[in-house]
Antibody, heavy 119, light 107 residues
Framework: QVQLLESGPGLVKPSETLSLTCTVS?????????WGWIRQPPGKGLEWIGS???????YYTTSLKSRATISVDTSKNKFSLKLSSVTAADTAVYYC????????????WGRGTTVTVSS | EIVMTQSPATLSVSPGERATLSCRAS??????LAWYQQKPDQAPRLLIYGASTRATGIPARFSGSGAGTEFTLTISSLQSEDFAVYYC?????????FGQGTKLAIK
């Protein structure tokens, strides 16, 4: 069973950069298809942020493309999300996920981590 | 970017009855459509992928159908644990996109 664990600050100030890491256990990140980030603002639906392959190829949602960067560290079996110039609208639960294949997205999820943007 | 539209926003159904949830894509996504279930304070879980294939451990009362732009999730004989929010997601084109969700409520 693949284990995914998100970590990072729970509070970020407006205009700063949100940084989260997803640690993958019991599975090699280089064996996976794509690894992604999904977020959910309080009381709202799911928003796909982006995904990365262990080779470094990444895709992002249109609305966050200019602010989001996903990277992968195969030596540490982790991947990360950076979101710059955050505002209160970026307050959300952030989930990391494993895509098994093009046909099987988000088969495994982390528990999620809450990030609040506030001064 | 492909827009996914789910209907209805809220569906009220009695336990033991059938629930039918819809998802429409703004352009064809083939069969690359997934359904997720989310319960309060939990991460979502994958129910259906490839439009109609149940994920591991998902009961047979959950079924998915459709292709192209129109998709349906059917839950036959609703159990108490099925009342939750359901999301569809297309994984045919980057960027992947979700529908806004359907809340399945107890009638």
């Amino acid at each position: 069973q693949v284990q995914l664990l998100e970590s990072g600050p729970g509070l970020v100030k407006p205009s700063e950069t949100l940084s989260l890491t997803c640690t993958v256990s019991d599975y090699s990140i280089t064996s996976g298809y794509y690894w992604g980030w999904i977020r959910q603002p309080p009381g709202k639906g799911l928003e796909w942020i982006g995904s990365i392959h262990h080779s470094g190829s990444a895709y992002y949602t249109t609305s966050l493309k200019s602010r989001a960067t996903i990277s992968v560290d195969t030596s540490k079996n982790k991947f990360s999300l950076k979101l710059s110039s955050v505002t209160a609208a970026d307050t959300a639960v952030y989930y990391c996920v494993r895509d098994q294949s093009r046909e099987v997205p988000a088969i495994d999820w982390g528990r999620g981590t809450t990030v609040t943007v506030s001064s | 970017e492909i827009v996914m539209t789910q209907s209805p926003a809220t569906l009220s159904v009695s336990p033991g009855e059938r629930a039918t949830l819809s998802c429409r894509a703004s352009q064809s996504v083939g069969s690359n459509l997934a359904w997720y279930q989310q319960k309060p304070d939990q991460a979502p879980r994958l129910l259906i992928y490839g439009a109609s294939t149940r994920a591991t451990g998902i009961p047979a009362r959950f079924s998915g159908s459709g292709a192209g732009t129109e998709f349906t999730l059917t839950i036959s004989s609703l159990q108490s644990e099925d009342f939750a929010v359901y999301y569809c997601q297309q994984c045919n084109n980057w960027p992947y996109t979700f529908g806004q969700g359907t809340k399945l409520a107890i009638k």
